[in-house]
């Protein structure tokens, strides 16, 4: 008993430590945090006890589940390989200059540490964005020598090297391009024994909801939840001036036009709402249409530069630049230049909240100026004389076989169309956008969609569906929870789902007829989705189980929630490399859909308070279903989490040399699982088997949730914010 209660006091006092040393760290640096708490000896002892403490005790209660003791055995590895790391591990930088071999590279203390072998610098690079001279990419190209053995390799931001027990990422590098500076980082034996924990873990995880004789597999055979074992798995699985704008529907006339965005053609209109929701955060400025924001930028480029429509992220580079949250984008350049430069270089490698502000708002002044330069507009399509389709930007090198008029059209059309803007000139100019729009079909073959999949995206742009689903959603679940005393009135909340899956229904019909194929190309598409299953097993199951209802309206709002979010920052330009990784999607996904079913938990904790005094025989057998159900969602939520968490840790060692750094937002990741795995383990903390401890906790715990999105996004910042 001595054991279990000091073990307790550890694991409590561990998760206080982490969530004030997050705190600290706001006003200290993430550094200092990271010797000084995070890296202290105690800390790590901290560790070692609770851990050792765990052990004695699983070896005192003959554990013998395998699944149970494979679990916890996953951890034990994980961090047995952290504590190796910490130990064994060396990291530093190389200075290389071109043609100048080196053996040595400093280390975090500031002395030299011995590479295994003779580096070489043959040449540096740097690929840009186009339209200004921000960095897309840099490679190194090194020479490696070993004795009588050389070998070439290409070291950049999504291009690491791996030999001798050394692994090197591209960091930095000097003014005159002659210069690199690579990371180093040479940990044999951490890594391969945390990898070793995370395969446990994932394999553990997943085998806690499949073991027959295991807890979630009895919840499932309750009577509390026959009927609904197939929704459990789904969820698992005032401005310019008037003469500065073209009138809005000559503005809508011109969104008409077809142009080839992310990788497929569509009207500019679908280019023209995620241009406006990657400068602005919305899908409006002011009182003008995408449609009149694009146009505007294209036709009266001096007078939109000075509009505030770009949006400043973060708190920290609005007070390092003296900028408000929206500016013009003017106020960016200077009569030395472009203000951002020498930060995009200095930013370059860094993984700080200010350095990831730069990128973004450097991202959003690129794709201003690929607009104005009309590099992406490839709205004009050719057809070769063999038969093949491309479509071209005004500024693109024309075939030579393009006959000299068709060129010179190309080239002149939309200098034309400016003219007759500014000249207000609309009648001319509606005839001019008609006119390329024939040209369009006559030249694009069978690559212009059909008018059938063009109308269907119109209609699709012209209402924001999933933002005004998951409100309605939402706000009918939360409703909802107060009828359910009321059985003729809470029907009526089946009937407003069985609308709204309608209407969802109808959305996921026009993306298919957009896309060609079922819309499941992305995770928009995958959360629209889920969403409408969910709706859809609910309405099936709400005669077995009233509380049904709530639960689908409620779990299908926050699908539709974090698919708005996702639309609310679209991916136009292109990212860095190492932020293109497919372990970096799957990682946001699956951490989301964890925090999903996390907060149903507290949905059923508000529900069980709201209602447990109710002495009405529908409302006790709710109640005594209540728990029952919270637990369903709380062993695929920790699933998903603990998953989540360390495909993110796997990504940031690919990505970055260093799959755990502290940052405020995946310390708090890491203490939500904890705190959240705590009910769990209602055999040894028999108090989680009384409805009320267990519903309190619940609500309580999902203050970790708000802490780990908005008190991290809000208040703490770090690298993972999105404020």
Same mark, same amino acid.
């Given at each position: ?11 409590? &006092? ?17 550094? !200092? ?26 070896? %005192?209660?003959?554990?013998? @589940? ?29 200075? +290389? ?52 053995? %050389? ?12 030999? $001798? ?12 391009? /002659?210069?690199?500076? #690579? ?10 024994? =945390? ?5 446990? &873990? ?23 939840? %026959? ?57 409006? $400025? ?7 924001? +694009? ?10 530069? @000075? ?44 993984? *700080? ?42 500024? *693109? ?11 010179? !059209? ?25 006119? #390329? ?29 999933? =933002? ?104 136009? =330009? ?41 002495? /009405? ?17 709380? !062993? ?39 705190? !959240? ?47």
């Amino acid at each position: 008993m001595q054991i279990k209660k000091t073990l307790q006091k550890i694991y409590v &006092l561990i998760i206080v430590v982490m969530a004030v040393a997050t705190v600290i760290g706001k006003y200290t640096g993430l550094d !200092y945090v990271s010797d000084n708490i995070f890296g202290a000896w105690w800390f790590s002892l901290l560790w070692a006890v609770g851990t050792a403490l765990g052990i004695v005790y699983f070896v %005192k209660q003959k554990v013998r @589940r395998p699944i149970i003791v494979l679990l916890h055995l996953s951890f034990v590895v994980i961090l047995a390989g952290a504590l190796l790391t910490h130990l064994t591990a060396k990291r530093g930088t190389i200075h +290389l200059r071109q043609g100048k071999a080196t053996t040595t590279y400093t280390n975090l203390e500031g002395g030299n540490g011995e590479l295994p072998f003779t580096l070489l610098l043959n040449k540096f690079s740097v690929s840009y964005h186009a339209g200004n001279m921000a960095a897309m990419d840099y490679a190194s190209n090194v020479t490696v020598s070993k004795g009588e053995s %050389k070998s070439q390799h290409n070291i950049s931001m999504n291009n690491i090297y791996t030999g $001798y027990g050394v692994r090197l990422y591209q960091s930095s590098y000097d003014d005159d391009m /002659k210069g690199s500076y #690579l990371s180093v980082n040479s940990d044999p034996y951490g890594i391969p024994v =945390t990898y070793t924990g995370y395969a446990l &873990l994932f394999f553990s995880l997943v085998a806690m909801l499949t073991e027959p004789k295991g807890n979630f597999r009895h919840l499932l055979r309750t009577n509390a939840v %026959k009927g609904t074992v197939s929704l459990l798995l789904l969820l698992v699985g005032t401005a310019a001036k008037a003469q500065t704008v073209l009138p809005k529907a000559a503005a809508d006339e011109f969104g008409k036009v077809l142009i080839v965005y992310n990788g497929r053609i569509c009207p500019v209109e679908t280019y023209a709402i995620d241009f406006t929701k990657k400068l602005y955060g919305k899908a409006s $400025y002011k009182k003008f249409t995408p449609c009149q924001v +694009l146009t505007g930028f294209l036709f009266w480029r001096q007078e939109w530069m @000075r509009e505030p429509i770009l949006r400043i992220k973060g708190s920290e580079l609005r007070t390092k630049l003296h900028l408000n949250e929206y500016i013009a984008s003017i106020s960016l350049f200077a009569q030395q230049g472009y203000i951002l430069g020498p930060y995009l270089q200095d930013a370059q490698g860094e993984q *700080d909240e200010i350095a990831k502000q730069i990128f973004d708002t450097d991202d959003k002044m690129m794709l201003l100026m690929n607009l104005i330069q009309g590099e992406t507009l490839k709205i004009f399509p050719y057809t070769a004389p063999n038969g093949s389709v491309d479509w071209f930007a005004p500024t *693109d090198k024309l075939p030579r076989s393009m006959p000299a008029a068709q060129q010179q !059209y190309i080239r002149s059309i939309l200098s034309l169309a400016g003219q007759l803007a500014v000249q207000d000139k609309v009648g001319m100019l509606n005839d001019l956008i008609f006119k #390329l729009r024939k040209y369009q079909y006559r030249y694009g073959g069978s690559t212009v969609p059909s008018r059938t999949e063009i109308g269907a995206e119109r209609i699709y742009n012209s209402f924001q569906f999933a =933002t005004v689903l998951f409100i309605v959603n939402l706000t009918l679940g939360l409703l909802s929870i107060f009828f359910l005393a009321r059985p003729r009135r809470y029907a009526l909340f089946t009937w407003l789902m069985g609308l709204s899956w309608c209407v969802l229904t109808f959305t996921l019909a026009l993306r298919w007829i957009i896309n060609g194929t079922i819309p499941l190309a992305n995770g928009y598409e995958t959360m629209l989705l889920l969403s409408w299953l969910i709706m859809i097993v609910s309405i099936a199951t709400t005669r077995k189980l009233q509380i049904m209802t709530t639960f689908g309206l409620l779990a299908s709002g926050f699908m539709l929630l974090v698919s708005h979010l996702g639309e609310m920052d679209p991916g136009i =330009t292109p990212r860095m490399p190492v932020l293109n990784s497919p372990l970096l999607s799957i990682h946001v996904s699956i951490i989301m859909v964890s925090y999903a079913l996390l907060s149903l938990t507290f949905v059923c904790a508000v529900a069980y308070f709201c209602t447990r005094r109710s002495t /009405k025989a529908n409302i006790v057998q709710i109640n005594s279903q209540l728990t029952t159900l919270s637990q369903i969602f709380l !062993y695929p939520a920790i699933t998903t989490l603990g998953l989540g968490i360390f495909i993110g840790a796997i990504w940031a060692n690919i990505s970055w040399g260093n799959y755990w750094g502290w940052d405020p937002k995946e310390t708090w990741a890491l203490i939500t699982f904890m705190i !959240y795995a705590i009910p769990l383990h209602s055999y040894s903390l028999p108090q989680f088997r009384k409805p009320d401890k267990y519903h309190l906790f619940m609500f309580l715990a999902f203050l970790s949730i708000l802490m780990t999105y908005f008190g991290v996004n809000y208040i703490l910042g770090g690298m993972h914010s999105y404020a």
